[in-house]
């Protein structure tokens, strides 16, 4: 593959209804791309879990995912309140989400764990009051056919 393919989403704050639509699609493409199931299922959850993050606490964002021929890089990117505490935001089970997200059965503390756990790379980048990007990556090799996405 001689550049990365880019997919770009724009993530919508105010409509659980539609939280995930984008990793769905991103689980698309790498089918159609002929991933393993391993990388498209660690992907997902990856995204999803983001997805979810930036409807909860910052009202939408973007995502974009960039596929070259080591790896699939995630980029979440929000202008939300911003992480005040990554060490103790990145600590399962430690959740801000208000109790009216939680009645709708999200804010369970799992989100940046879970983002870690099935990614190679995780790094978060925030600022208070500005918002925050958080850059994942998975790299692959096995079950990948290049040739469908050259």
């Known amino acids: 593959m001689a550049e990365a393919l880019r997919f770009h989403y724009d ?9 995930g639509a984008a990793s769905v699609e991103v689980k698309r ?8 199931a ?3 299922r660690r992907v997902s959850i990856a995204m999803y879990e983001g997805e979810i993050n930036m409807v909860v606490h910052a009202r ?7 596929v070259d021929k080591n790896s699939i890089t995630i980029i979440l ?3 939300g309140p911003g992480i005040p ?3 103790l935001a990145m600590q399962e089970g430690y959740s801000t989400a208000p109790d009216n997200i939680r009645a709708l059965g999200f804010g369970a503390g799992m989100g940046l764990p879970n983002m870690k756990r099935y990614t190679d790379e995780m790094k978060i980048d925030t600022v208070l009051g500005k918002g925050t990007t958080v850059t994942m990556k998975v790299y692959f090799t096995t079950g990948k056919s290049t040739s469908s996405a050259e």
Do not use: C, P, W
């Open 11 to 19: 993530v919508d704050g105010d409509n659980f209804t539609s939280a």
């Open 29 to 36: 493409k790498l089918r159609q791309l002929g991933f393993d």
């Open 38 to 40: 391993e990388t498209i």
């Open 60 to 66: 939408g964002g973007s995502a974009d995912v960039y």
């Open 77 to 79: 990117a929000d202008s």
């Open 85 to 87: 505490d990554i060490d």
